[in-house]
């Protein structure tokens, strides 16, 4: 329950002693506002070894910001900024920041002086008289206890934590950009590959046939080369569909309600065997956007607690207003008898019955705002965990396409000298064909490493949070 005391000033005190008191007020005000501040808790610091990618390597000169740049695709950073400019999502997450921008602007408005023109009809107890009554009314809260700064703080820390969603709407568009059109390249170069298998494996069956009609070669040999085709059919079929789905994902990623033709067609990019790999400090983790949504959360419960600890101490508002009436019912005319009353005094809201409730409240936040450091403190740690996770992924899919490349080499070099023996008459075509196909199967591998190589860099940077995303792009 609150006690609401209003006051008029009545005793006629010298002006000396009356600016005495009103210095003595203010003074005490201050004081008081100084002791009253939210509290601004410092993030808490974490000592973490460095980021461990030795083994991988570390390529000057690259802007970490920009990693989808290391593909070397125009038409990978052409659908990337097309993303940024018309995807929906992040549409929707910059207007959600603009939102929260504006309700930072207005958030300590509440302690301005507010002036208010009010009209209103008031009819006496004896319901014989009508009064008309009008006049200006303005209030001013004092900002004594720090109410303005912890809402400044808790607006803020919203700010923050759109910022921080904004960042990671950003991130998630981005890497799943760069996933899709990957995927879809890949697709269509194992589509390529299984139709050169395809035809591959159709004349192999028809020198079977043609063997078998010579009584070299037995049926169950024709019925393995029939179903091994059946086989590489199928496989096609299942990548097609992917490739179909890939189109349409990226469609939507990039504003467009279907895929561009152009996406469909094979392009003639040189591949590099490993993407370079920039150094990577641990300050690129602090802007992570799970640790930057913990500071918000940090400096939203900070907000709140200051307004916990206000709210145990008396508020104070400065009333002033000025009125008329006019007894609509006696006057023949509006102006006939018009009475006016200035009015002025503060307004103090003391804290009595439910002071208990207030405390129980403020040690609450107390709580919270210490699991919230807890909680920054795990994203930290949680954040360093995944990035040197990451790290191992991406060397062993670095490894395992290393060795794939190293099989591919080989069965190159192989089906070279069989076409050699070939031309000297020491080998046969059904050889020269059986190599051929095993170098079309090492191919689907290493097209299938690539991707999963490809993936794991991906992931890395979105552990990373986008590698720190400019401000400017996010804006």
């Known amino acids: 329950m609150n006690e609401h005391v209003e006051t008029l000033p009545t005793v006629d005190v010298p002006a000396l002693n009356r600016m005495s008191l009103w210095a003595v007020a203010l003074t005490c005000l201050v004081m008081l506002h100084g002791c009253m501040l939210a509290p601004h808790p410092d993030l808490p610091q974490e000592t973490l070894p460095p980021l461990d990618q030795s083994a991988l390597g570390a390529a000057g000169g690259i802007d970490p910001r920009s990693w989808w740049i290391q593909f070397h695709d125009p038409v990978l950073n052409h659908l990337v900024d097309e993303a940024l400019r018309n995807n929906l999502s992040l549409a929707e997450a910059r207007q959600r920041l603009q939102q929260s921008r504006r309700e930072l602007g207005s958030a300590d408005l509440r302690y301005l002086p507010e002036l208010h023109f009010q009209t209103q009809n008031v009819t006496s107890a004896s319901g014989i008289d009508t009064f008309v009554q009008f006049g200006f009314d303005s209030t001013w809260e004092l900002d004594i206890f720090g109410r303005k700064d912890s809402t400044l703080q ?14 990671a709407a950003e991130v998630s568009v981005i890497g799943d950009v760069v996933r899709g059109y990957l995927e879809l390249r890949t697709a269509e170069q194992q589509l390529q590959v299984l139709d050169h298998l395809a035809k591959l494996d159709q004349h192999w069956l028809s ?21 091994q085709n059946a086989h590489a059919q199928l496989s096609r079929s299942v990548w097609d569909t992917q490739k179909m789905q890939s189109a349409w994902r990226l469609a939507l990623l990039i504003g467009k309600l279907q895929p561009d033709p152009a996406w469909l067609i094979t392009p003639t990019v040189a591949v590099q065997s490993e993407l370079p790999l920039p150094p990577l400090p641990l300050s690129l983790l602090r802007s992570r956007p799970e640790i930057r949504q913990a500071e918000a959360n940090i400096m939203q419960t900070a907000g709140e607690l200051g307004l916990a600890k206000a709210d145990l101490y008396p508020s104070l508002t400065l009333g002033f207003g000025y009125f008329f009436s006019s007894n609509e019912t006696r006057n023949v005319t509006f102006y006939g008898e018009l009475n006016s009353a200035p009015t002025f005094g503060p307004v103090i809201d003391i804290p009595l019955f439910d002071w208990g409730r207030r405390k129980r409240h403020e040690e609450a936040m107390k709580a919270a705002l210490q699991a919230d450091l807890l909680a920054y403190r795990q994203s930290v740690r949680s954040a360093y965990v995944e990035v040197q996770s990451d790290l191992i992924a991406l060397q062993g899919r670095s490894d395992i396409l290393k060795q794939q490349q190293s099989l591919l080499q080989g069965t190159s070099q192989s089906l070279q ?7 000297l008459g020491l080998s046969s075509p059904l050889q020269l064909m059986r190599i051929q196909h095993d170098q079309d199967e090492q191919q689907l591998q290493l097209a299938e490493a690539r991707t999963r190589y490809d993936i794991a860099y991906i992931a890395l940077f979105k552990s990373l949070g986008g590698a720190a995303l400019p401000q400017e792009t996010r804006s």
């Open 154 to 167: 808790l607006a803020r820390g919203t700010q923050l934590s759109q910022i921080s969603r904004q960042q």
């Open 417 to 423: 000298d069989e076409t050699r023996k070939l031309a």
């Open 207 to 227: 020198q079977l046939q043609r063997q078998q009609s010579l009584g070299l070669v037995t049926t169950q040999a024709i019925h393995q080369a029939a179903e």
